[in-house]
């Protein structure tokens, strides 16, 4: 992902039913900080595929820092058990500009 831009992401779980859950949280967390959070209200749910989507903000992608951000999935079902992925590298990549395009 690059400083400045809206990266969409769409999250698929394997043997889990997004309209079972009670709720899925995604935390992106840098340098031991917490720099973004979307929640199952927060995204655009697809049953059909059973999966959920979303996009990060300019405004947030630009208060990344150049390297690697750490993100994490937890799921909380309907009977309130809590599951939690792995936790995902991804590199944060440098803007020429640090500015926000406007339209």
Known sequence: MYRGSTPKYTIYLS??????????????KQKGQIMAERSLTDMVIDPDANSASFSLTQEETMKFKVGMIDKQIRVMDSEGQVTLTRIFREHVDPNIREDLING
């Open 15 to 28: 043997g889990i039913y997004l309209a079972d859950l009670a709720n899925l949280q995604i935390t992106f």
